[in-house]
């Protein structure tokens, strides 16, 4: 079937737009980017030289107990590992919620967040292990050419690096491909209820079937999410400012200056932060939908739902 790319991207939008609950879904699935926190400086009073160069000082760091500080650094790094799972999970969950909860759109049923919750956490594991068949490769990539790679690449002065050049252009289209796959896998086995090796060649078959509409449309979608992020990233720039006046100030040992350049450059941060998700989170939402309206246009052409719909009651 051809797609209508027009009405497939509207109809998206409508579902988008009047299903608002899903936008918490899309918020989900675009967890695990995590950023950076702000330096400070330091004072560099000979005040100060003298009390971190102090015996008293000397003598306090070796009365900690190596044992407390060992445990101290494996409890973050357990913390650590646990935040990151925890954000995987909702991402995974937040994928199939959404899934789920455009189909039931499109099918003219009501949408509520446990509908959805429950849809994504069904297929949890399933969607897990698709999503981490893409992420493999690169990390087997990374063992086997890119490790190797770089210690050629010092033993002969740069020449190594240029043979590499055509096989990690090789390795990152594959690894493009891979991820497509997964993501139609996923699709997939929300859509039909499929396990991890059904989805995945339903997937494949489905891209086989359907390269050149679907390299059309997500050419469509990948400019339009590049000028939106792109957008939503420009308020960002506003912080800029402040944060060179602050740097300018550590550096000239003005503290009123440094420090207030580097608040009002938090508190910009903050304010826009909960903005920036939100809009993330309806970008997400509607290039799902996108997709998820798109294969079962090419997959159940004939499925009455599948028709331009009207508007469907919030």
Do not use: H
Not at 250 to 264: D, I, T
């Amino acid at each position: 079937m051809s797609l209508d790319y027009g009405n497939l991207l509207g109809r998206a939008w409508q579902i988008t737009w009047k299903y608002k609950i899903l936008w918490i879904f899309g918020i989900l699935a675009g967890l695990g980017n995590g950023g950076g926190s702000p330096g400070g400086g330091g004072d560099r009073g000979s005040s100060t030289n003298y009390q971190f160069n102090s015996p008293q000082f000397e003598q306090w760091v070796n009365q900690i107990d190596r044992a407390a500080m060992v445990a101290i650094v494996v409890g973050l790094l357990c913390l650590a590992l646990l935040i990151a799972i925890v954000l995987i999970a909702l991402q995974v969950i937040g994928r199939g919620g959404l899934i789920g909860g455009v189909l039931r759109a499109e099918a003219g049923q009501p949408v509520t967040f446990g509908d959805s919750w429950r849809a994504g956490l069904s297929k949890f594991w399933t969607l897990f292990l698709i999503g981490l068949v893409p992420s493999l490769f690169s990390l087997l990539t990374a063992v086997v050419v890119v490790a190797p790679g770089v210690v050629l690449s010092v033993l002969t002065f740069g020449l190594g690096f240029l043979c590499l050049i055509p096989l990690v252009c090789v390795l990152a289209i594959v690894s493009v491909i891979l991820n497509v796959i997964a993501y139609f896998g996923q699709i997939a086995a929300v859509v039909e209820n499929l396990g991890v090796l059904e989805a995945l060649r339903r997937a494949w078959a489905l891209i086989s079937a359907n390269l050149g509409q679907i390299v059309v449309l997500g050419l469509i979608l990948f400019f339009i999410g590049f000028g939106i992020g792109l957008v939503l990233v420009l308020p960002m720039l506003l912080t800029v400012a402040p944060a060179i006046i602050a740097a300018v100030g550590f550096a000239n040992e003005s503290r009123a200056v440094g420090y207030g350049g580097l608040a009002f450059a938090l508190v910009c941060c903050a304010l826009y932060l909960p903005v920036l998700m939100v809009a993330g989170g309806i970008l997400q939402t509607w290039l799902t939908a996108t997709w998820t309206l798109a294969y079962k246009r090419l997959t159940q052409p004939n499925v009455p739902g599948m028709q331009p719909a009207p508007d469907v009651p919030a």
